[in-house]
């Protein structure tokens, strides 16, 4: 199952790593293939998970990983189905959880590694100290895993208790 949903929503973490691509790498890609430094500002912002559109990328992927993966829950054939499989509701739920944070977290990771790949010093004007460093690259990691981890929890608590149905209904209602 865990496989399954991860060929399944391949698309999701796709979509994730171009746009947190956007909002992280592409200017400091860009200074650096015109041979200039990188710009402090972008670099902080970008490690220190203080750019809008990261946090932003982060809980959308949530939400969106969340929905997917427990869709099933919104029509009854399809929950006859999943819980008549041969394994327990509990793992079940363990299986469709993990590879709903894994499809959530491949995007970080991915972003992660290209901070690494793309490791040049920076320093703030004039100064010294360098910013970009690995102990800051790994705190990027771990602030992103945590914001992640508890809004993907949160969407997950909120699936399980509406059944999804609020999601699907809600652009009915507007109207």
């Known amino acids: 199952m865990y496989a399954e949903n991860l060929k399944r929503y391949w698309g999701i973490p796709t979509v994730g790593f171009v746009i947190m691509f956007m909002c992280c790498q592409l200017g400091m ?20 998970n203080m750019n809008v559109g990261i946090v932003f990328m982060e809980c959308a992927l949530s939400l969106v990983a969340a929905i997917t993966v427990f869709a099933y829950l919104n029509k009854i054939n399809s929950v006859s189905v999943h819980h008549a499989m041969p ?37 703030p004007y004039g100064a010294d ?21 508890f809004s993907y929890s949160v969407c997950v608590c ?8 609020w999601v699907k209904d809600s652009p009915r209602k507007m109207w």
């Open 87 to 123: 394994f327990s509701r509990k793992k079940l739920f363990i299986t469709n959880y993990l590879s709903g944070l894994t499809i959530a977290m491949i995007p970080v990771l991915l972003t992660w590694i290209l901070f690494f790949v793309l490791k040049k010093p920076t320093t």
């Open 129 to 149: 100290v360098d910013i970009y460093t690995v102990a800051h690259i790994c705190t990027f990691l771990l602030k992103a895993f945590t914001c992640i981890f």
């Open 29 to 48: 890609v860009q200074n650096f293939s015109r041979g200039k430094d990188y710009p402090f500002s972008t670099v902080n912002q970008a490690l220190n």
């Open 158 to 165: 909120g699936c399980m208790i509406s059944g999804d149905n």
